[in-house]
């Protein structure tokens, strides 16, 4: 009866409850409507007006252009009549025109007549980049009149270019006061805290009503950006200025037909005024009609809850008590009878799921496990007799089939009459057995682990650092045994020096601040002292604050990084530090230091020609004489094969250095029987004169050194002009390499004849690049570069397969019997699949034995003699003709050459010059014919350019002559039109 008269003032304050809410809901529903509606409308309205604005505006300033437009075109319509009708007094006549047009347009600051490159052609100043906003994009209304950017005058004010083009090479240049466009923005009318501004295409201000002064001539402030042109005003809603942080509604007129944009905005502050007095007075409705409703709640509630008070009071000591059996998982159970019945609680049936609340002795004693069944059926005998208490932990089936531990206690207590009853409690404690199980399982598995772990683990006490255990394995890496250790502290294994340091750690380590990863010096018992890397882990050992330790040796270890990190940073052959290790050095050191690169060629022809311990032998002895440069003036550095770069600090003269450094290379290297000279080129770059980090003035130093190189000198000083050639190299290597991709390049063919009939046996392949203006880029210009580059690889496979394709075409001309020879520099030879190349060709074009030949020159034999013979010979094999090119000019050997699978030996044009009225020249060449037909090669003379010097030839048994005399390089087409001619003749 209690429990519904409790419930039933509740009722009517849950009704009362919902009641109330809903009309707050209601009520703050439609409040919200009309304040979204009235936002809307302002916002609305704001944005029109902006636009509005903007588009007025946009048009005001439209017609001062305009009128600016005019004036200037007449002025321009003046000066060309002045220049038609009376050039010479044309610009005195034009002078006095601008000044009036000056006095008529006060906007105008000034106007000069300037050529197409902005230079002055009356008085005034100039724009020498006028060429670079007289674009499509910044012209006025699609007429004449261009404007450009922003410039400051001397006096500090900001004006802005104009221009107009008054004929062909005469341009009106007016530069126009901002005053003009201030005064569109002034008179707007935006409010208070309203803004507009006119800007350019280049994002600069022209004019702004707020601030004039400190923004005008700035550039617009992110996020803000240069719109594209528009035909309509473009609404920009609610922005954020990031000039003072105020929101505003905005619109921007981008006209299409005038390079301005005007901006346009009203304070969203003012704007928003009077709706925020709405959004106030609405907010208080709510909370005035919240707080009378609560006010009421209070009342009803006060009333309701005292009558509820006393059936809560009631219930709460059962609840109390069934709490307390089911948190602690403790049941009730009895036993009596003459035949004894065990009954249980329902909580007990609940917490060992059991089907029924009694069962006989026999049917409880079932469910115990076997191993404990015996020994707790005579306990619970003599409880029954009154001979004790019972006090057990036993296992027990439980109905679900799983086998619990419980804890029983019970004792005899007086039943109804005479009878006695076994009752008491009896508590689940499965959870702990498994924990305390799961605990002493962890603990022999960690013994386990600690124990045969094989690196060394120990356990110390953070306030004695006294060893508190220790595994096999630190006892097998220290010499200690258990016994020592367990009477030692961690002090003991470390050197005194860190003991300081180690009672500090320690300390951090007790108030929370945990070991880190570290690398320190730890003693073996014999004294002898290793690296370890130790790993730390705080836990609590035996009711102490201990941490545990992993000792790691890390000595091998580390002296491989040692070793790693050294052969990083020095050249492994020479011990010297690479390039990019001194360029660490130098920045990680002072900015004040000279870089001398030293290019010593010779050193790979050393390897190449006596092998490579003499090449090494000759570069550690290079090593060791600039080693001892560097011990005196800085560092030393080797970049492979031949380079090596000084690094001179400090306080040390540069010049002394230089001084010393040039004696050095000077030198010839002694061999183990022989004297070499090296070829030494020097280039010379400082910081921070060159360069505010190394990189810059290494590679500064390096292209001084290229430069001495090409200008055959022995030392060059870095300048700017140095840095503007090998930009212009790089510039072109890519346009070479553009015009590999698209086929820019052409063939021009000379024909060899022979020295005595006059008829053509052969014809030369000279590679020529046209340019579009009709000109041709010389060789000499790009072929280095390209052999520097690496570019030669492809260009020379071009060259061989266009070289095939006329082959292909005098054979089809029946010429087939002229073969064409192709010139081949030394990266084709050592670099690249030259024999596969010719293969390819002559595969491709269907081309016979003999049909291409190859032209190379001694000094690109002699790099490396024994690729070049290998090379050579499959080309001979494979029946490409080889010539030996410029024969007399290089320093190969005689009987090296005469192994080589040559056909022809070209004599070089030098010696050909003036051969017949010239003795030297004359012996030079009856020198090099008789040398050549002793090898039983045909001999080719080179620039034959008069009659008496091919009679000459043809007397003393030339066999082939080449030269401008017999005919120029030419076009296919025009060589097989030359030889028709001479087939026909």
Sequence with gaps: MDSPVSRTPAHPLRVMVIAGVAVALLLAGALITMLWNDRNSRLEAAQRQTM???????????AQLVTWERALRGSASDCREFYRQVPDQAPALFEASLRGVLERNQDLASVTLVDDHGAPLSAGVGDPTLQSWV??????????????ALEQTPDQHWVLRAALQVQPGQWLLTRVRLGAFQDVVSGLDLGRDGTASIGNRYGQLLAHSRDPEQLVGKKLARPMKVLQPSPEVIKQGTVISPYDGQRRIAAVSVPTDYPLSLYASLSYQEVMAGWYLLLYASIGIILLYLAGFAYLLYRVGRSTRHQQQLSEEVQAGNAELALAHEVGKVGTWSIHGARPIVYWSALTQQMLSLAGRSTSLEGFLSRVHEEDRAWLNDMLLRALAGKGALNAMFRLRSGDGSLRWLSARGELVDDAGDSKRLAGAVVDISERVNTEARAQEAQRQFRLVFDRNPAPFWIFDLVTLRFLEVNQAAIDQYGYSREEFLAMSILDIRPAVEWDEIRQSAGRALSGDLLGLQISTHLRKDGSAFLVQGHFAKLEFDGRNACLVLAEDVSQRLRYENELAYRASHHAGTGLLTVRALSERLDAGSRGYTIAHVQLRGLQMITDTLGRDAGEEALRAVSVRLGGLASRYGLLAHQPAEDFVLAIEGERDPQLALDALMAAVAE????????HQLEARIGVASCPLDGELAEQVLGRAAQAAHAARESGVALLHFNAGMAAHYTERLQLAGRIHIAIDRGEFLLHFQPIMDAAEGSPVALEALLRWPQLDGSFIPPADFIQLCEDTGLIIALGRWVIHAAARAQQQLSAAGWQHLPIAVNVSAVQLFNSDLVGEFSRAMQDHGLARGALQMELTESVLMRNPTQALQTLGHLHANGVGVALDDFGTGFSSMSYLQHLPLDSLKIDRGFVTDVESNPRNAAICRA????????????????????????WLAAHGCDQVQGYLLGRPMPLEQVLAMLDESRSA
């Design 52 to 62: 509005a604005l903007a588009s007025g505006s946009s048009r005001l300033l439209r």
């Design 135 to 148: 674009v499509a994009e910044n012209r006025l209304l699609s007429g004449g009149l261009y404007l450009g």
């Design 668 to 675: 010839p290297i002694r061999g183990r029987d022989t004297y």
């Design 928 to 951: 090099l014919l008789s040398l050549g037909h002793s090898m039983g090669l045909s001999v080719i003379a080179e620039g034959v350019e008069t009659e008496g010097q091919r009679r």
